[in-house]
């Protein structure tokens, strides 16, 4: 293993962004170019390059090395096109943007740097002497092409680039010292804790499918150490170079704590082995409110310029990488602490996050994730999986309504309306200031233009931000040449010069103007259309609602015809294919391009707000659109408050998981409740090599009574006052049985609401605590400091609280702590709209419509409520179920084994002996 070669691989793209960049975070500016360029973009590619000539060749592979004394590194890429002609060669580099072309000056610096860097590497394997770039930038709209020609000798070129290998290599040596470090600490590590019963299994079972590269389903028992099962065997797979990183993903912060804590076990152990935790933006970020650009944040301001040299430092200071040591970084380089986290989980062993910075196509890390990252070895841990499937049904979907184009379009013209009054009164005027830019220059990053190379950032250094964007000289850089030594030393400058200043200013200003007015007319236009679409998808959907006999008909089955239907819920819907919606998907992409041009003009305030929450959530549902198959559905609705919606709602995420997941090469899904196996493996991957492993609880099953309570019931026509005394009876008898603390769950607000007041108004002495909507973090702590030890002999506490809810997984409550729980129903989820359509689709699949979806999913929030209770070998505790359901077979058989064999039936009138019983055997 030592004599493996170590190869560093970096894509042009990935190295010119990293090692050129500069200046501000912005996210005024940039941001559907980079979400539409792999879409729209490669469609335009492939058109440009057509039009090419003989000797023309397009996507032509390129690839350079460089031996340095530990490792090999090495840079590859793909070339656009490359045009020759006998010793003549041309290096074409294609570029779509939604930017008006007239307004693209000069390259943008990174676009140029990349085609330098085909060039250098295509001109040294064919002894060209010089070669010629070609910079096409193409709008994505009109498809018109303006290009920049440049030609360089391959000296310049050799200089250039290597002084860019230089500057990188500072990051590859530090990379490659690690990498070594790591390794050596991980030979002879062995497992920190004595193996409890089939941990060992496990950890053997994991380190195989790592081997193997395949995916693993486990299901294991809360208590037998999951994390630490698969964290230490993915550990000893990177020391041994099958694999580059780990990604521990997770769906609730209180899991993340656990993975950040086998981590740091590893590491006193003496693993060398550095792991982040990504925080949400809104936790890392300075502001109330994250606004990432410079006019809102300071930190935004040049960012870019020092953001790589905090990066070094913390990495070379080899200190933690918490929450609070990456805010003290970055407040000391003045930098964004979110996006610095980003970018240092680039040389992290291994990454914690939650699920969709890996799988949610609107906020997954571009770095390994994006169209244009590439397949890397990763490997994905992923905890709590069984929330993965709806989780990922929601990441998968999207909807639009025809009311939001009409809010826009109004909010246009309000702007277009402010721009004739300013027009009449002069400009600039302060009134207007909060619709436009404070410097009137063009905000896109396609309008950037820099020079590429190591000696810009020096030239850059003392131009202001608005030269940089707009490739113009401002006045302070152009005049100095011609202020008189006098003004200089009094600071004056002369009336020509004010002049001059104010002239260009006025002009800069009126083309801003121009631009504006011109791109709020055509966004208008855009929107207008897509109003018209969706107001006909509507009369549509009223035309066939008519047809009683159509509507029952289509939906008993949506998925074979396009039609209208009335929900259990009482929305009016119709069903689409996916062709018969092309219209406005195509109108979406033309106004996406439009209003980032408006943005990019329109300064701080609540139009520019409005407009951007807008922009978003249309380049969303494209981005969605763009993964439509047959596994989606989409149906139109209107709301109760007469709102028409658009929605693609996606029923089964397994390939788009599968997608994600293929960027990796090994994949262990982890749960104490994936039951029954079969179903989540249908539904988290589409691969057919998939395998599963069942881990026995290690834990005596004489320590735990499980009761259903048979004369109870839940069902919705049960639901009566009579009903909810009995159930507030049930608790009070397990809790009079045994003093200690219990938590009892329910399958909604309403019925918790319902119950704990009769349980209250019955039983005044006991103490409760009741879990609340939309609870904030500190009212969460809270309610779990009730239950952070055990009660003093004799008292205890009831806990209320709601099924699939934040208390019924991933809280650890061992010992006295907890010693049992009461679950109120069989959890099924409420009867909706899209619970019907999957049952539907299910139905036509595999004949299971009822069981994948409503019972399978309520089973699994029983199971995670039990799980609460006996957490350790030493811990003993009830579980009562109360619903004579669960002794239905089709219930029994979603049971775990001991489940099934353990269940003991109990009513009421003897339900306490049973209980008093199983503590007197303690």
């Known amino acids: 293993m030592k004599d493996e070669e170590i190869i560093i691989r970096t894509s042009v793209r990935a190295l010119v962004e990293f090692i050129l960049r500069s200046g501000d975070l912005d996210n005024r500016r940039g941001g559907w170019a980079e979400r539409e360029a792999m879409a729209a973009g490669s469609r335009v590619h492939r058109k440009v390059q057509g039009r090419r000539g003989t000797g023309y060749q397009a996507e032509v592979p390129l690839r350079w090395q460089k031996k340095e004394k530990t490792y090999t590194l090495v840079v590859e890429g793909r070339a656009d096109g490359i045009l020759t002609a006998g ?57 018109a092409e303006k290009k920049f020609m440049e030609e360089y000798t391959l000296e310049e070129l050799r200089d250039w680039f290597m002084n860019l290998i230089a500057e990188y290599e500072r990051w590859s040596d530090f990379q490659v010292h690690w990498t070594e470090k790591r390794n050596a600490s991980v030979h002879g590590l062995e497992f920190p804790f004595p ?11 994991i380190y195989r499918t790592i081997l193997r590269k395949k995916q693993l389903f486990v299901q294991a028992p809360t208590g037998i150490g999951k994390t630490m099962s698969a964290v230490f065997p993915a550990v000893h797979a990177l020391g041994e170079r099958k694999a580059d990183k780990i990604f521990y993903l997770t769906a609730r912060t209180i899991t993340r704590t656990v993975a950040e804590e086998a981590f740091l076990i590893l590491r006193a152990k003496g693993v060398s082995c550095k792991s982040i935790t990504i925080t949400a933006k809104e936790k890392m970020c300075i502001l109330d409110e994250p606004d990432c650009n410079p006019a809102s944040c300071p930190r935004a301001k040049g960012h870019f310029d020092r953001v790589n040299a905090a990066i070094f430092e913390m990495l070379t200071e080899g200190r933690d990488y918490t929450r609070e040591t990456l805010q003290q970084q970055a407040e000391k380089w003045n930098v964004c602490p979110f996006e610095m986290q980003l970018d240092l989980s680039y040389f992290m062993d291994a990454v914690i996050c939650d699920y969709n910075y890996v799988f949610d196509p609107n906020a997954k890390l571009k770095r390994y994730f994006g169209e244009t990252g590439k397949t890397g070895d990763y490997l994905f841990l992923i905890d709590e999986a069984h929330n993965l499937v709806d989780r990922g049904r929601e990441m998968y979907s999207a909807q639009i309504f025809r009311e939001d184009f009409q809010d826009a379009g109004k909010l246009a013209k309000e702007v277009l309306a402010h721009l004739d009054q300013t027009e009449t009164t002069g400009f600039p005027d302060d009134s207007g200031a909060s619709l436009f830019s404070e410097t009137g220059v063009l905000q896109a990053g396609t309008g950037e233009g820099r020079k590429a190379g190591a000696e810009a950032a020096a030239e850059r250094s003392g131009i202001p931000a608005e030269a940089a964007e707009t490739g113009e000289q401002p006045a302070a850089v152009t005049e100095r040449a011609v202020i008189p030594a006098a003004a200089a030393e009094t600071g004056e400058l002369s009336a020509a010069t004010t002049v001059r200043r104010k002239s260009r200013a006025d002009e800069k200003e009126r083309k801003r103007r121009q631009n504006l007015r011109y791109n709020l007319t055509r966004m208008r236009k855009t929107l207008q259309k897509c109003s018209r679409i969706m107001l006909a998808y509507r009369k549509e959907q009223e035309a066939q609602e008519e047809s009683e006999a159509c509507v029952e008909a289509v939906w008993k089955n949506p998925f074979d015809e396009s039609g209208a239907g009335r929900g259990r819920n009482g929305l009016r819907r119709k069903y689409f294919k996916r062709n018969s919606v092309e219209e406005l998907f195509t109108q979406l992409v033309n106004l996406a391009g439009q209003t980032e041009e408006v943005l990019s003009d329109m300064g701080e305030g609540e139009h520019r707000k409005s407009l951007l929450n807008f922009y978003f959530q249309i380049s969303d549902f494209l981005n969605i659109g763009d993964l439509l198959d047959e596994n989606y559905v989409v149906y139109s609705a209107v709301t109760r408050q007469d709102r028409f919606l658009l929605r693609l709602f996606c029923v089964n995420p397994a390939r788009n998981l599968q997608n994600c997941l293929n960027r990796g090469v090994s994949a262990v899904f982890l749960s104490a409740t994936l039951l029954p196996v079969r179903y989540y493996m249908s539904l988290l991957s589409s691969r057919t090599d998939n395998y599963a492993v069942a881990i026995p609880s290690p834990f005596d099953r004489n320590n735990r009574l499980l009761l259903i309570g048979q004369d109870v019931s ?14 507030a009876d049930y608790i009070y008898a397990a809790a009079s049985a045994r003093r200690g603390n219990y938590l009892a769950f329910f399958p909604s607000y309403q019925m918790l609401q319902d119950v704990s007041e009769i349980f209250s108004e019955k039983y005044p002495e006991e103490k409760t605590a009741v879990q609340e909507p939309c609870m904030e973090e500190k009212q969460r702590e809270e309610f779990l400091r009730m239950f952070q030890s055990a009660p003093p002999e004799g008292t205890g506490r009831i806990g209320f609280c709601v099924m699939g809810g934040i208390f019924s997984e991933g809280i650890d409550l061992t010992g006295e702590r907890l010693i049992g729980v009461i679950i109120a129903g069989t959890g099924i989820p409420q009867i909706g709209e899209e619970r019907e359509l999957l049952k539907n689709y299910y139905d036509r699949k595999n004949g299971s419509g009822f069981d994948y979806a409503y019972r399978i999913p309520g089973m699994n929030k029983v199971l995670q409520s039990a799980g609460r209770v006996i957490r350790t070998a030493h811990d003993r505790g009830v579980i009562l179920l109360l619903d004579s359901r669960f002794d239905m077979q089709e219930n029994r058989r979603l049971f775990p084994a001991d489940w099934r064999e353990d269940a003991r039936l109990c009513s009421l009138s003897n339900v306490k002996d049973s209980l008093q019983s199983f503590w007197q055997e303690d």
């Open 195 to 205: 193996y409890r019963k089939g941990q060992h299994e496990l950890v053997v079972d």
């Open 714 to 727: 839940t069902l919705y026509s049960r639901r009566t006052a009579g009903e909810f005394e009995k159930i």
């Open 87 to 143: 010793k003549n060669a041309m290096i074409e580099e294609i570029k779509g943007v939604y930017a008006d072309l007239e307004r693209i000056t000069e390259p943008v610096n990174v676009h140029l740097a990349q085609a330098m860097c085909y060039a250098w590497i295509y001109g040294s394997q064919n002894n060209l002497k010089k070669i010629r770039i070609c910079m096409t930038y193409v709008n994505l709209e009109t498809e």
